[in-house]
């Protein structure tokens, strides 16, 4: 889809020659487009670029797969097989030609409705980062909603969550919620018709599929007069927060599209996934967020897991435009409702009365500093030098470039206190 314009900037100014580059990929092995903005392109370079673009397409369209898969089902279990080296289902004329790959036999019709499971996750962090989320997460996510009362998911970049309403809404009869997914990956097309999947680059609000996947993502927001529905996204966590904003306040555009009295001035209920440390930039850009306390976990993840101390826990939360005490976090975990700040926390996040808020971002008991005026990490002291709390092993150094994890001056992204969590 369509690049984005970058600018390199010094002390909040920028510098240089603004350039185009690769919307999703942030490193040029991954994908060498770069481009001056004011550079003029060649004819020979333009179809160059084209004929790069027909030769990286996927073997099959959308509406192929769909054939391929419905002729999938209809096979004996016996002839059943998925290439794993292609990760790409195989009808028995194919077998020749994938002869010397690895694969798996006997596929059955439970793999094909947990294709996460089936699928190798994309984990390049600086292009796809394709995190998938824990049973424990995935499971209080689908009960969350369904207790508030949804019955549509936009599921953004959430596979995992999509599929569990799948197969949950294929099993039970009652069970009324269905799923949009909206997704890079272009492998989940061979499990999911045109009306389950769009194929989606969530950095430019590009989908591939053109007018026809635009219009089946603007006719799911606008079911029921546009009521019971909710976006819920999980981006990768190296992504620009900027790009992200802008595309998700594209999709609450086209959910506001519907004709009804004060819609316009409505936005459409929203969990936005994402590492604690964003929050700042988040509410840059939706100041109606606010940050819920539970911890989200990952299963294909080293770090992100729920449970442990320190850092080695997850830093990842649910951002969200619905009231804070709608949302009932699990008790059999820890979680309490705090009654000022009205709103759930983690056992751990104790009530400052000083700051008359619970202050904690990352599941520990945080202390207040009388010198900085707010709450700070446990593990933190006042350095007199920097003017503020860090850690005691810190450079006093300080530098005039904005940090790209958190956005603020003071210090680079090596040594960002975000990520200085002990």
């Not at 010397?100 to 390049?124: G, M, R, W």
């Not at 306390?293 to 729920?306: C, E, G, M, S």
């Not at 210090?411 to 200085?420: A, G, V």
């Amino acid at each position: 889809g369509p690049a984005l314009l970058f600018a390199k900037t010094s002390q909040g100014k920028e510098e240089g020659r603004r350039f185009y580059a690769c919307s999703a990929c942030r490193d040029r092995k991954d994908c060498n487009f770069f481009q001056w903005e004011d550079e003029k392109v060649s004819e020979a370079r333009l179809a160059a670029r084209e004929e790069y673009n027909r030769n990286h397409q996927p073997p099959f369209t959308h509406r192929e797969n769909v054939g391929r898969y419905k002729s999938f089902l209809l096979l004996p279990l016996s002839k059943r097989r998925f290439c794993q080296e292609c990760q790409q289902l195989l009808l028995p004329a194919e077998w020749e030609k994938h002869s010397d790959h690895q694969f798996l036999c006997d596929i059955t019709t439970a793999q094909l409705k947990s294709p996460s499971q089936l699928l190798y996750p994309l984990e390049n962090k600086k292009t796809n980062a394709q995190y998938l989320f824990a049973d424990r997460s995935c499971q209080f996510l689908l009960n969350l909603l369904t207790d508030l009362g949804f019955r549509r998911v936009l599921s953004v970049g959430t596979p995992r969550l999509h599929e569990m309403i799948q197969s949950k809404a294929s099993q039970e009869e009652e069970f009324s919620v269905r799923s949009l997914l909206l997704d890079i990956d272009f492998r989940y097309s061979q499990f999911y018709t045109e009306d389950e999947f769009c194929h989606y680059n969530m950095f430019n609000h590009h989908f591939f599929g053109g007018e026809a996947a635009h219009e089946t993502c603007r006719k799911f927001l606008h079911e029921e007069n546009g009521e019971k529905v909710i976006m819920v996204t999980d981006p990768p966590f190296g992504g620009l927060v900027e790009a992200l904003a802008s595309s998700f306040k594209k999709l609450m555009a086209m959910w506001r599209e519907i004709e009804k009295e004060g819609h316009a001035k409505e936005e459409m209920p929203m969990f936005w996934i994402f590492p604690y440390f964003f929050e700042s930039r988040i509410l840059d850009f939706f100041p109606s967020f606010s940050m819920m306390d539970y911890q989200v976990d990952y299963d294909n993840h080293a770090l992100y897991k729920h449970g442990k101390t320190g850092r080695r826990q997850s830093p990842v939360r649910i951002f969200t435009n619905l009231t804070p005490s709608l949302i009932v976090l699990p008790e059999e975990e820890g979680y309490r409702f705090c009654t000022i700040c009205q709103r759930y926390v983690s056992p751990g996040n104790q009530h400052c009365e000083i700051c008359n808020s619970c202050t904690s971002k990352d599941g520990r008991r945080w202390k207040h500093c009388a010198l900085c005026k707010k709450c700070v990490k446990p593990s933190w002291f006042h350095c007199n030098n920097c003017n503020c709390c860090t850690l005691q092993k810190h450079s006093c150094e300080k530098t005039d470039v904005g940090c790209f994890v958190c956005g603020k001056a003071g210090h680079k992204r090596s040594s960002c206190p975000s990520l200085s969590c002990p």
